[in-house]
């Protein structure tokens, strides 16, 4: 069974936000002052960070977002194209 999109992306941030706010606030207060789970959300920031940008962001939507169909050029129309093509299934 998948699980929806949607609850990837909740799951993904409930994680996310809480590791970048440990990560300003070991910035800004210093790293002694940080609890346990702290430490581990700002060991599992580069992670997170990148299964956003890979998964749910616009920046990393290389293969996993096709574009639109496009119609298809005159040249592989062609009856000159199909013979092609079909020589190269029985080939």
């Known amino acids: 069974m998948s699980v929806p999109r949607p609850l ?49 962001s616009a920046l990393g939507c290389s293969g996993a977002c096709p574009p639109p169909h496009t119609p298809a050029r005159a040249s592989d129309r062609s009856p000159r194209h199909a013979a092609r093509k079909s020589s190269r299934r029985t080939g």
């Open 8 to 56: 990837r992306l909740f799951l993904l941030l409930l994680l996310l936000f809480p590791a970048v706010s440990a990560c300003v606030t070991a910035w800004e207060v210093g790293y002694a002052a940080l609890a346990w789970w702290q430490w581990a959300l700002i060991a599992l920031l580069p992670v997170l960070a990148w299964l956003w940008l890979r998964h749910f």
